[in-house]
């Protein structure tokens, strides 16, 4: 089995998968709704509806 990837301590749970319990996954969640995790953008690049409308 491998480890929870929100505690890194216990074993993933099959109810759970891949967490280890029901607090890990809500705490994966809340980051999820919170926004902390974001992929990094570069703001110099235009977005391809940008492009089309020059």
Not at 11 to 36: E, I, M, N
Not at 38 to 54: G, H, K
Request: overall charge negative; proline content about 11%.
């Amino acid at each position: 089995m491998s480890a929870c990837p929100i505690c890194r301590k216990n074993p993933t749970h099959p109810d759970y998968r891949p967490f280890c319990s029901r607090r890990c996954a809500d705490v994966d969640l809340q980051r999820w709704l919170t926004g902390a995790y974001v992929l990094p953008v570069d703001d110099d690049e235009a977005s391809p509806s940008e492009e089309a409308s020059q």
